[in-house]
């Protein structure tokens, strides 16, 4: 059983800097054959993408309300995936999770190619 655990969020002031962490356990399972993507979703509103990160070359993906502040990172020795979220605005506040990518019917950002969701972390950004 493949298993996704988000964690790092919490509660920031708007400017402040937060690191989210995303751990991939199960019996036969590494990232290292997946592409990553982290997404995000606000109360009331879709999941939408944030970034992602390939499986080869480690070539990043952006939305564009995050870029220049985000930053997706992985280590597959850990089965880890990270993401360095700084600059950080009101309109972050969100749960976010990651995921594989297991699909190619879209482009990194699409939602429906990804799957093994985790359960999240809260990130809550105060003006």
């Known amino acids: 059983q493949v298993q996704l655990v988000e964690s790092g969020g919490g509660l920031v002031q708007a400017g402040g800097s937060l690191r989210l962490s995303c751990a991939a356990s199960?019996?036969?399972?590494?990232?290292?054959?997946?592409?990553m993507g982290w997404f995000r979703q606000a109360a009331g509103k879709e999941r939408e993408f944030v970034a992602a990160?390939?499986?080869?070359?480690?070539?990043?993906y952006y939305a564009e309300s995050v870029k220049g502040r985000f930053t997706i990172s992985r280590d597959n020795a850990k089965n880890t995936v990270s993401l360095q979220m700084n600059g950080l605005k009101p309109e972050d506040t969100a749960v976010y999770y990651c995921?594989?990518?297991?699909?190619?019917?879209?482009?990194?950002?699409?939602?429906?190619?990804?799957?093994?969701w985790g359960q999240g972390t809260q990130v809550t950004v105060s003006s």
């Open positions: 995921a594989p990518r297991v699909g190619y019917r879209g482009s990194y950002d699409y939602p429906e190619d990804y799957y093994y």
């Open positions: 199960g019996r036969t399972f590494s990232i290292e054959s997946y592409a």
């Open positions: 990160i390939t499986w080869n070359n480690g070539r990043t």
